[in-house]
């Protein structure tokens, strides 16, 4: 069957309106799950399809279901699932050391610590303005040696990249890498694509509802957070 040229859907973007500096403590998975639960909470009443959650981190992917009857995928944990559909062990390639424990507890929480072979780090502080843009001379090179030491030292025969924003790199590693990199901003529109196909969603039994749903507190929560940050 010939795959198809071109996405099958619009993308609509909508940053969160207050958020955390960085995503290494719990700290900041708090900040994390309301600002993207607030981000999200009205997508099925506007009429969207589906949500995808642009964070390794997951965050907010959980509240969001018990909210939502339309597929909400975050490809932290479809990443690593997913490279066990090409592997046996898989690692992990963190951006900088502080956020090693977050993708190590990941692994623990979603039961995978028997197929993860390692989590590394390629030691460069994140740029949230120009994600890998004019570090293709210097990073690059630094990220495919770490790939390979999880590949030749720890067993890894999948890599996933840890952040959706090292997608600049993502082609100059697969090119050169001996096993699959998964590629994690892409994998969910994917999954999404395929999952809207099949008239599937996630299982109400495991993301029940809440009893009392209260929109109107976590707006009110979040628009206070956003003035605060304005200040």
Known sequence: MPLSQ??????HFRPVKAAPA??????DSVLADMSILTAGLKAQEEGYDAVCIDTMSDSGMAALRSVLDIPVVSPGKAS????????SKFSVLAQWPPAIIRYKNAVQEYGLSAHCASVRSFDTPPDFENLMEGKEETVFPRMLEVCMQCVEEDGADVICLGSTSMHQAAHYLAERLPVPLINPGPLTYKLVENLLALGLTHSRTA??????????????????AAAHEEQ
């Open 6 to 11: 071109g996405p099958l859907y619009d993308f």
């Open 22 to 27: 960085n995503y290494v403590s719990h700290h």
């Open 80 to 87: 690593m699932l997913f490279a066990l559909n090409l592997g």
């Open 207 to 224: 993301h029940p509802k809440p009893l009392v749903q209260k929109d109107g507190m976590i707006h009110a929560m979040m628009q206070a």
